[in-house]
């Protein structure tokens, strides 16, 4: 790849200010596959002016432009769409299929879904006598994760693209190749000099000047509960926007009269998706305790079925987890479940048979959970299903809402009628009835812990946009 060791600030390819470089692993070999290098304050600051130079020209441009500017950017990704899902397979692991059919998919789905968005959306409205305004709120801080590393960048660029803004990307340090690829992507299509820029480097350096920074006006972070806090705190003394997308610990209510072989065999096979490195992944399995061991024998049956292994191999269900300290944290976590009294179903510490290289987790279920247990209150971000009986339908909703999070729930049962009853009760941003995927036009973000502000479709526009009011602007 070009470009692993620069930065792309004002519409060049630029050397950074310091000498640091950070080695990117291959999770599924433990191999160095390239280097990075880490920013600096000094990197930062030179990104930020350059986009606010460049604000005052992209916020006057027409809409018609701003569509003109996503359909190159699209037809560009599309040319780059293997390069991008091969970079993903090789700096977080996901296998061949999961990186092209959702990892990179999901990047163009964003890009696609943006621009039908911007065709029919009003910046301006009349109210009365009065006009009401939608502008680009001014430069955004994107710092986006690993984990669906070009789905987070693309559901921030996009529409902040669209809203007319300018911005400055600090991808995850530790997958930061498709980063590189989709600046190349939106260099090919011509984005204006200085309105999107990228800089490399860690939290604690590259993401705390950007969050602290006078001339940026907004954050949109994407990652743990943690990070988002110092970011917060950060951006406070500006008194910015700051909108997160943090954990999970997302409850799966089945109710008694669900398909069990279904419900059951799809929600583990869910949480196993992408190794278990998703925020909204369904890791607490409610089942009514009349049917709880029928359940444990359908989760324990699906967990021998999962293939772990090189991504690359066909027929591998799912690969390593991205890092060896990501590794370790699971490991910790699956101890200590252990150590509380959780039953292991199947799985448990260590690494799958036959697979001493790479960091790879067993699939893993504990039965007789309770709610107040370790593993059942943190994100654990790996393969692992916590089962947690409950008596009574109202049971089963108190204890899903006991969390400190609320991004996703999710809800199985015969009759939609009484799913949606359920539904609205759940204190989530999300909530999934029997199966649905995710729609990229509905609103994404959770209560609570779990983050503020939205993404996706109109909301995700909506988040980089100021609002004002001018009134008397026509005669009474």
Known sequence: MEHTTQFYINGAWVEPEGSSRLDVINPATEQVIAQIALGTE??????????????????????????????????????????????????????????????????????????????????????????????????VAMITPWNWPINQIAAKVAPALAAGCTMVLKPSEIAPLNAILFAEVLEEAGVPAGVFNLVNGDGPTVGTALSAHPDVAMVSFTGSTRAGILVAKNAADTVKRVAQELGG??????????????????????????????????????????????????????????????????????????????????????????????????????????LDVGYYVRPTIFADVTNDMTIAREEVFGPVLVLIPYDTEEEAVRIANDTPYGLSAYVTSGSLERAQKVARQLRAGMVHINGAPMDPRAPFGGYKQSGNGREFGVHGLLEFLETKSVMGYVAA
């Open 42 to 139: 000094a990197d930062v600051n030179k990104a930020v002016a350059a986009a606010h130079d460049a604000f005052p020209a992209w916020s006057a441009t027409a809409k018609e432009e701003r569509l003109a500017l996503l359909d190159r950017i699209i037809e560009a990704y599309k040319a780059r769409y293997n390069d991008i899902a091969e970079a993903i397979t090789q700096e977080i692991g996901a296998p061949v299929t999961l990186a092209q059919k959702a990892q990179a998919a999901m990047g163009l789905a964003h890009l696609k879904t943006t621009r039908d968005t911007l065709a029919d959306f009003a910046f301006e409205e009349q109210l009365g006598t009065s006009h009401i305004f939608r502008e680009p709120i001014g430069v």
């Open 249 to 354: 610990k997302s409850p799966n209510i089945i109710l008694d009269d669900a398909d069990f072989q279904k419900a059951v065999a799809g929600g583990f096979r869910h949480v196993c998706n992408n190794s278990g490195q998703s925020c909204n992944a369904p890791t607490r399995m409610l089942l009514p305790r009349s049917r709880y061991e029928e359940a444990v024998a359908i989760a324990k049956a699906t967990a021998e079925k999962i293939v772990v292994g090189d991504p690359h191999q066909e027929g591998v269900t799912y690969g390593p987890v991205v890092s060896e300290t990501q590794f370790n944290k699971i490991q910790g976590l699956i101890q200590t479940a252990i150590d509380e009294g959780a039953r292991v179903v199947t799985g448990g510490p260590g690494k799958p048979e036959g």
